[in-house]
């Protein structure tokens, strides 16, 4: 699923309060119904919109969900991860684990970029540079006539 590309991962425990909908999201996986091949992990499918993990903002499509109140979720039929999660109570607490894509280049350029990608300084040294060599020719120009 990664592609080659190398991921890093974080862990993080989110408290959600069960709402009208339940807690706001689908889940995948299992050991009768492996998601990622050779895992048996189980995984969040899809964020409900509005619902208690929507509204929470933390959990996100694709994290791995590691633990249920306390309980780990390894070696789980899909069912039984399921009905973990509709017993689980009002006051639930996950214990998951993001993956994070690392970005290219290093950390300090990330917010010193265009939507696009492009550095600034990519984009403003080399036209400066121009802008000040235009205005020394000019100043040249001037002194001779």
Same mark, same amino acid.
């Given at each position: ?20 909908? %339940?807690?706001?999201? +689908?889940?995948?996986?299992?050991? @009768? ?7 048996? =992990?189980?995984? *969040? $499918? ?23 109140? %306390?309980?780990?979720? +390894?070696?789980?039929?899909?069912? @039984? ?7 689980? =109570?009002?006051? *639930? $607490? ?52």
């Amino acid at each position: 699923m990664n592609g080659g590309v190398d991921y890093a991962f974080s862990e993080e425990v989110i408290s959600l309060t069960r709402g009208d909908s %339940g807690l706001g999201f +689908n889940i995948v996986g299992g050991t @009768d119904q492996q998601y990622i091949s050779n895992d048996s =992990g189980i995984y *969040v $499918s899809r964020i409900k919109e509005n619902g208690a993990a929507a509204l929470d903002g933390r959990l996100q499509e694709g994290d791995q969900i590691l633990e249920v109140n %306390g309980k780990e979720l +390894n070696n789980l039929m899909h069912k @039984d991860a399921v009905d973990l999660f509709r017993n689980a =109570g009002y006051d *639930v $607490s996950l214990k998951v684990q993001h993956r994070v894509q690392p970005q290219n280049g290093p950390s300090g350029q990330r917010g010193d970029s265009e939507p696009g990608g492009i550095p600034l300084a990519v984009i403003l040294v080399p036209g400066l540079a121009i802008v000040a060599a235009a205005v020394w020719v000019a100043m040249r120009y001037r002194q001779r006539m």
